[in-house]
């Protein structure tokens, strides 16, 4: 077997770390995976207390959850990614929960990575697979969070059918991956995520939000979602 460059390595590392099977030893419980930084590094713009709350209290439920809806299934321990595609082949008594708390689990481990204190921006190639420029990005991602009427995500995922980028949201705690859609960048818009700070101004929290995207690791999901 071939030595890895350190920059290979490197790039190999940060793939695994941005893009997690989320998965545990076949049959034992998933678990709560660390915060990448401190409760408070995204301030001013997400609060110290949202994130320790949304983090230790949410995310967690989701995972207790999620192991109790699985728990005595073959479905235990194996990638989230691939429990919610094949959730249609669960015991139909146990679909919802999976969904709802698979999902949650799903949702939240990718963004605590895709967030970081500092933002940067996208690339020239993220832009060009969109087709426009950042500020209508924004906009389409902003009004899709803004509409989505009760709790959800707006995102935005790589159609490999046609080989372009699309925004879209779903309720609840719903994921694109059902669609066959790569999610590589999703907003939390349930109340949990902003109201401490932005209170029922979910457009000021929209707005916000984009100062602390991290499009390093939104751009390491988009190389991984090209290569399929």
């Not at 071939?2 to 998933?30: F, I, V």
């Not at 708390?101 to 949702?107: D, I, M």
């Not at 991956?177 to 949990?192: I, N, Q, R, T, Y």
Request: glycine fraction near 6%.
């Amino acid at each position: 077997m071939t030595q890895l460059s350190r920059r290979e390595w490197l790039g190999a590392t940060a793939a695994a770390a941005l893009l997690p099977t989320l998965r545990a030893a076949e049959g034992k419980d998933y678990t709560l995976p660390p915060l990448p930084y401190a409760f408070d590094a995204l301030e001013p713009h997400i609060d110290a207390k949202t994130m320790e709350i949304h983090h230790d209290h949410h995310h967690k439920a989701y995972v207790d959850n999620l192991n109790k809806a699985l728990a005595g299934t073959d479905w235990l321990g194996k990638p989230i990614e691939d429990v919610l595609k094949e959730v249609k082949k669960l015991p139909e008594d146990k679909q919802q929960a999976v969904i709802n708390n698979g999902g949650g689990h799903y949702n939240h481990s990718m963004f605590w990575q895709i967030m970081a204190k500092k933002s940067g921006k996208p690339s020239e190639e993220f832009l060009k697979a969109w087709g426009s420029n950042l500020d209508s990005l924004k906009k389409a991602v902003n009004d899709a969070g803004a509409k989505q009427f009760g709790s959800g995500w707006a995102w935005v995922v790589w159609v490999p059918q046609e080989k372009k980028l699309s925004v879209m949201s779903t309720a609840n705690q719903d994921t694109p991956l059902p669609h066959g859609w790569f999610p590589l960048l999703g907003v939390d818009v349930w109340e949990h995520a902003y109201y401490l700070k932005y209170q029922n101004k979910r457009a000021d929290y929209l707005n916000a939000w984009w100062n602390v995207v991290n499009w390093d690791a939104v751009q390491t999901r988009f190389k991984i979602a090209m290569k399929g």
